[in-house]
């Protein structure tokens, strides 16, 4: 893959993810989040009113930025910048937008990918008996998500939480991404290597300039890759094989 | 191969910093936007800008950075001020050319470095989420889903969603809208607010020359050095620009009403400061607040300045500021009220030929008396009007006669008495005056409010109305900027009506005149500036002169009736500056403030002096730097005719690496008053601050702050005090899988007291029930009652501690460790007020993995709030677990959980109510690879201690019994069913339960069932039906049917 950009943050990054034209990084000592532009400059700095202590993850939909830690789920409204807990007592493994204010969340503990919506209940979207051991989550196109649920699967799941097809991905992978194009991205954290799933098929980039891939996530035809807590790697994807 | 890319890469951007490449403009005095030119382009080179290289001279002096951007894509330079004409504009930049890349698409940009420290600390409020992209053919995406929900017990609800993003290009014009439209029965976890969230319409527009937006916008206008007035709001704003000309116009009703709070701090209270127009709680439109400290504004965050809460408009500060009796606060804020409908309007021109510049804005808001929030009589409304504008009048009779047995009072002479739901003639409304000042209090035994006697009660059966208002502001500016000279005229009429009930609608106009006249160049700055204000002048807008009051000796801005001002900055070498100004406020009764004062920086020395009427301040500041240190010592002085106040600090920062960073302050501060011959010293405060930060990369992090504050009272006779505050976060890695993090907080606020009132609103339509035997209200989303809390104005002084921690280990092989805790305290001196925690320990064991998981965990909770006396009963609980996972055994894959639970009910902080203690075991193997069949069986024993509201039950035990079985169906891709039957049975060794206990868990058979049904037809509609059945012995048989139509585009 061809490096395009790489930017070293003063602060500690725990965790990237995409929102629009913009990148979120959720800084490790769990107090901002940090809003790069499409140009990958600062935009703009969010303070949090609740400190997260074990700050884990971020992911955004239109209306909210929903942060995570070790036991609570946030959801913070982009317009008002009001933090309130979203799930309690829940150790989110993966989170995947299903529509504006409503999410997919894997539940690492309880073992189940719950379908929380807009007015605030949670209902099962997979089960255990369907997903194993859920964890990271990801969007594709045309009403489609992902799910890691076994160290060497993924599962493509539909609108209505069916499963429509399962497809095998190198052992240990944990981060998973999607492009626009259909492709899913894993990989392992703490190694260099990126996997590109495509046709059932993965295909493995070494990222020389990457030690220690933190997170992953994908802007157009760009990879946004946290390596380590203070390097942020972006990468031109590969064209479409077929 | 890597490493060597790598170091190329960086070798590139940052050693050789591409290739540099100059151009000169020369601009036409109107246009913002000019083509750069194109000879840096090469064929199939993409030139990639170096962020921080590209520079814009104007007459050779740089240009702020902050208005122009280069955007090489377009091969343009955008000018976000229009510059004079004739000027002479150069550009310079560095570039990379890159092979290959695409040249059309957004932007690319190399970034070198570091991003800098200051600018992690930018902290910009809002998110553009209304960014307009350029489209060219339409795009629709959205959502749309209809149900409808049918239940035994709630009726037929129906339930719609809408959500529709549309962009697109027509006649040139560029149109991006969203539409999202949420209607629903609200669930017991839903708010209203979270609806409200949602419900919005955003549709902007752009043109050739103009743009709008319409929705939920910002409306308002800049009334030069006014103010600026800006609401949040519903409604639209569209702005033009032709040539020389630019017009904007908008209409909304806004969320908010604005409101200014000033106020000096408490000694050793960091909060709350309510920002509230009755001093006690209002809801606040989040986001709307600008804080000022000392006349420095603030930032909100946790780890920033302050933190607010929008549902009661309590501020406080963080440690960063440590508030005392000399904190000068001040906020503008707009806060919900739903008392009449508002609206606003705004109408802007302006014409900018060559250096001259026109504008003319027109702003109005105001409430419609005929929209009030309860319909007023014609007899109210005359009440009302004839009382002019003295809104402490506005008062009317709480009490409505509604006929007999529809109301809950009855009346008794001249007082009302509370009789039960539906049981009296009167429907009476109270309102909160304050400690011995009403005649009634809140009896929550009897779920009303109680005659006690006038003055001897806190409320009044009377209804406080606020005034329908409106406000019509006309501003005007004419302003002439060439070279280093400016000045500029600014006008504005204020007409405001403050009873729209009154006959003259108790009318009050007045205007204001700003006259400014400045020379500004690199060695000289002098500025000129007069005001004059009719009475009454004030704009409801954020101001720009903010600390008036400690500019003009306590004189405020109501009282001006004519300033003038005259300022000048002398810089004639790099390490001299001298400032001075001379001031004159002259108020409405004749009294004139006199103001004058300078300062001088020399090298590191800073100096200044200032005189305001008979005030004198003085304040000297040396802060060298020497290699990394930076010590500080200062000294000032206030000295008035009855007062004086000295301080002095010391201190300094310290870098003496690059992972660390300190400081440290002490301040001392003394109060005294005259006495006969010399000044007698009152009181001294002291504050020791010291601040860390260290970081090394990623193994270790410790940040923080603390320090002791104290007062010692040396004449007066009160208690001398002293408190320690701090932060501390740490974080340690010593290795991958191996983090250990924790997080400390102690600080000093106050609380404020509550009053929780439960009102009767109809059987099955509230969120708590009444215990009959105990009085106590107990949460049941099917309860007769709604819970009102009531902010009494009353603080007491309390300490907030905090700390929490996270621990991880997960690098050895064998099993990995997480475990985690917070706890939280606010206490008074004497008590505690509220407690909450929680911590969770789990060991995975991997060792065993290929075919069992065992995990072990123990978690447990607390809580308490005693000032919510009703529902703030002190809870803990702990549960120690062990879970089994096997691998698939004979085609079977099993699930156990055994589980050890304790919960405790507490009466008050040292006796219980009752106590739970017992086991639950539950088994749930998944059989068959193909079938998937999911039987499930628990069982739960449990004792329960003696109640002390229920002694007559003694010591018991109650036994749960629960066994289900669940199936999930798919039918090609399309179709997924999903079934479960079980039945649950609850057993005790008594006739009956404690009433809070059988609420959650009613003795008997209790089957159950659900079914759900998804299927998608396309990719673009779906479709889920559900049905549950449940069949409690408490409670009639319920059964819910629900069914769902969704289309995704």
Redesign the interface.
Known sequence: MELLSTIVTEGDVVDICVDGEKVLLLEGNGARVVVLNSEFAIAETIPLEKRLVSARGITADRYYIYLYDDNTLYRLAKDKLNMSVWLNNISVAGLASYAPGEMLVSDRRRRIVWFKTLFGESRSFLEPVEVGQPGEMAVFPEGIFAVLAAPNRLLKVNRAGIVVSSILVPEGVDLLTADKKGRALVARRGEKVIWLVEDGSAKGFELTEATDIRAIATLEDKLIVLDGANKILIFFLPHRSS | ???G??LL??LTVAIIPGERFQTFILTDGISTEYPLSQTYKKEGIFPVLI?GTDSVFVEEKPLNRADFFLDLSGDRLVLLKRLPRWSVVRVVFNYIGCPGMKQEG??????L?????D?????????D?A?L?AADEWGISG?KSLGFSLGSDEGIGIEQ?T?V?LSGKVEDVVVEA?L?D?S?P??P??TTL??E??DRIIINMRGKGWAGSFG?VEVGTAAGSFGTLKRRATGGVVKGERGIFSLSAGYARPRGKFARASFLGTDGVQGPYPLAPDGRSAQLV??SEVVYLDGNRL??????DY?ID?STGELIFTNRHIIGSRSRIEAEFQYLTEAYERSQMVFGLGVQPGPFQFECSFFQEGDNPEKFLEELTTEEKQTLGAIGDDSSRAWLPGAKYVGLGQGDYVREGEYYRFVGTGKGDYQVSFTLKGDSLGSYVYDDTLGGFRYVGVNAGNYIDSVKVPLPQRGEIIYGKTGFELARFTTTLEGAFQRRSLNLFAQNQARRDAGALDFTLGWKDSLVAINYRHRSCGKDFLLPAEVKDVDFAYRWGGAEEMDRQATDEFFTRLTPWQWLELRGELGRLVKFNNNIVNRFGGGCRLGWFWGEFFRVNESNRVKATLSPRVLWVSPKVGWEMELETQKRVRAWDIGGDVKPMESFNGGAEFRVTEYAQPDSERWQLINQSQVLQVNWNW?T??LV?V?GLGGIQRMDFITVNENNWRQFFGTL?A?WTPK?GL?F???ANQSYRQVQLREEQFRYVGKGNGSYRRDSITGGYILDPKGDYERVVVFLGKFTAAKEFSY???V?ISSFEPMGF?G?F?YERIGSDTALLSEAG?F?LRVDVFALESFVSPVIGFAGDLSVDRTSPMTGKRTTRHQEFIELLTTRILDIEI?NRLEYNAFFRWLSLDEIDYEERGFRFSVTP?IGTRW?L?PGFSIEPKVISQPVSYPELGRFRLVTLESWL?N?R?LG????L?AQVGLKYRWASVPYLPWEVGLSQPLGWTPQASFTF???FN?IF?A?VQYTFEDRPDRSTEHRFSFQLRA?F
């Open positions: 191969m890597g490493e890319y790598f890469f960086f962020l957004q932007r690319l940009a190399v970034k470095g570091s991003l800098k420290e600018e992690t600390l930018t902290i910009v409020q809002r998110i989420t960014k992209p959502s969603a959500r993003v969203e999202s949420q629903a609200i669930p976890e839903g979270e609806l969230e949602l939920d989040p986001g930032v909100r965050g946790w780890d920033a933190t929008y970081l990369k990623e992090r940040e976060i974080r991958r983090v993090s924790t997080a929490n921690g996270v991880e997480s985690s917070s929680r969770d699930r998944v998937r999911e669940a999930t798919v891709e399309k179709t997924k999903r998804e299927h998608l990719e779906q889920s995704c």
